[in-house]
């Protein structure tokens, strides 16, 4: 090794959501509290550069940083459009820079945690400890943490099927009031579908201001202008011409059953959407970013090798199935989710996309799917 390498007792390759998360939660742990840990990334982020959504059946560790909540949810298609109660669930949202900001307080509270502006270009097994190299020199861990996508082998690979949820958003301010914030509308494929699973998601924070974010789950991503085209057509459409866009984002996150934990090793883990911790039916990653990190302090405390964190379970059979119907005919998406809440109620929907129901709930959830698709997609993945 060289002799220029610095060692920590943990080291956090980048500083987004899932790596600050994680130093937050090990900063919350007196476990922690005489280790050294080492958090790497090119930038500190503090500017609103994400938008995070999830729903909660409690109060959370989050709500003091929510920027709003919702108690019911609108859902639109050909075949229903209704106002739903999601109670005892909240649908919270959070700006990514009151999460920043909420971290790097905490962290900085802490001696032993240490921030360094490098660009790491690769994270390695070496015979016994993690090694990070950067553009500045090198560290090694026996606990590397890695929230990077650094390999496209995910896309490269025929056996599972990969989407993007990809999206542009507008953060629109009326003169007058003209949004309704008691609810959010979770899908509107009221929208043209062409060809794909396109839908508006809107998030009114207040009679005045809400966020319009026109999404897909397809493969391919479009042309910018065909984003920002889409949300002026629907405003137009719904009468609101009297606005200004006070920010915009835009994103594309993986949607895939790919086994990233499968990179794992002994002292590297990888967290996050490089460490497939993006739900893969529907791309919501805040929420398992929650659970995780929760749960993988608690390994870390137990010392054993990080790549006997990840447990594989039925449900990501399930996502692999919807994954291989929208991957062979994007243009369903609208009809299946319409078809789910139409037929199934939200708080039941929740509790499935949290992996928390039981199998007889979910044999009752299939029973209201169409049976011909997820029947074929099932034959074809068994045999």
Sequence with gaps: MNSSTKIYDYIIVGAGASGLMMAYRMSKDAYFKNKTILILDKEKKTSNDRTWCFWENRK??????????????????????????????????IRSSDFYDNIWVEISKHQNFEFKIESVKSVQQEHNLGKVITDSGSYSSQNIINSILFTDAYKKQKQYPVLQQHFV?????????????????????????????????????????????????????????TYTNAITEYLQEKNITDYEIIEKEQGSIPMTSYKFWELNSKNVIHIGTAGGWSKASTGFTFKNIDKKTTNLVQHLKKQKPLNTFHKTNRFWFYDLLLLDILSQKNELGAAIFSKMFKSISPQLIFRFLDEQTTFIEELKIFSKMPTALFSKALLKRLF
């Design 60 to 93: 959370g560790a989050w709500n003091a940083i929510l920027n709003h909540f919702w108690k019911s949810i609108i859902f639109k298609g050909d075949s229903i459009s209704e106002t739903l109660s999601i109670k005892p669930y909240q649908y919270k949202m």
């Design 169 to 225: 958003g507008y953060f629109v301010k009326t003169k007058t009031a003209v949004f309704d914030d008691t609810a959010a509308t979770f899908m509107d494929f009221t929208v043209p579908q062409k060809g794909n699973t396109r839908f508006m998601y809107i998030l009114p924070y207040s009679k005045n201001e809400a966020l319009f974010e026109y999404t897909l789950f397809s493969k391919e991503l479009l042309e910018y202008e």
